[in-house]
């Protein structure tokens, strides 16, 4: 099993472009999410996907998108990116939302923004 | 709304010591409490986590965590340091009170093994 991937691992952007980071996982859970990290910041969620259909805004959903596209993948879409946005982007999945379901990560974007 | 304390950005210990990292915790209701490693240029891996029951949970890697209500703690300890330890280390907290909870992170520490 692969686990979490994402896609791309890594990416630079000038400011007011835009991309989609892409996430897939093949353990057939039900929820997703995406986190950014930033040094001394720990983790905060952008957005989650409870389960297939749904999505949710996390604590940071300011300019930012996402699709849960199927059970699978959950993607996340930056429609103008501003260099505020530069940072590590965490894809995450567990079998629920609720609980004490632990998440599986996948490697990360690196995502600078000049 | 729940939160998670890290006592340390930065915990250097020398290979075979003792390894303690410290997590406090607030919660408005009976935690579930995780932690997490990440090595460089990695995502996070659990390393261990508390439900509910014994207090003392056993993860990978050696490590062990105590959880402690009266001092809303959840320190990670290993006896015996190697260097293959050295990462960054996440405690984190989930309410369990129903329906979707957030995990809240803490800001992590960063664990250096002196040779």
């Known amino acids: 099993n692969a686990g979490v991937t994402q896609t791309p691992k890594f990416q630079v952007l000038k400011t007011g472009q835009s991309m989609t980071l892409q996430c897939a996982q093949d353990?057939?859970?039900?929820?997703m999410y995406w986190y950014r990290q930033d040094p001394g910041m720990g983790l905060r969620l952008i957005y989650y996907s409870a389960s297939e259909g749904t999505t949710d805004k996390g604590e940071v959903p300011n300019g930012y998108n996402v699709s849960r596209l199927n059970k699978r993948e959950f993607s996340l879409r930056l429609e103008s990116a501003a260099p505020s946005q530069t940072s590590v982007y965490f894809c995450?999945?567990?079998?629920?939302?609720?609980?004490?379901?632990?998440?599986?990560f996948g490697p990360g974007t690196r995502l600078t923004v000049t | 709304a729940q939160s998670v304390t890290q006592l340390g950005s930065h915990v250097s210990v020398s290979e075979g010591a003792l390894v303690l990292l410290r997590c406090n915790y607030s919660s408005s209701v009976p935690p579930y409490l995780f932690w997490y490693v990440q090595y460089p240029n990695q995502g996070l891996q659990l390393l261990l986590k508390?439900?509910?029951?014994?207090?003392l949970v056993k993860g990978i890697n050696g490590f062990e965590a105590e959880f402690k209500k009266s001092e809303t703690s959840f320190h990670l300890t290993k006896p015996s340091a190697h260097m293959s330890d050295a990462a960054e280390y996440f405690c984190a907290v989930r309410p369990d009170s129903g329906g979707y909870q957030k995990v809240t992170f803490g800001t992590g520490t960063k664990l250096q093994v002196i040779p």
């Open positions: 508390y439900t509910t029951g014994a207090t």
């Open positions: 353990m057939n859970h039900n929820s």
């Open positions: 995450a999945s567990s079998e629920r939302s609720n609980g004490a379901g632990e998440q599986y």
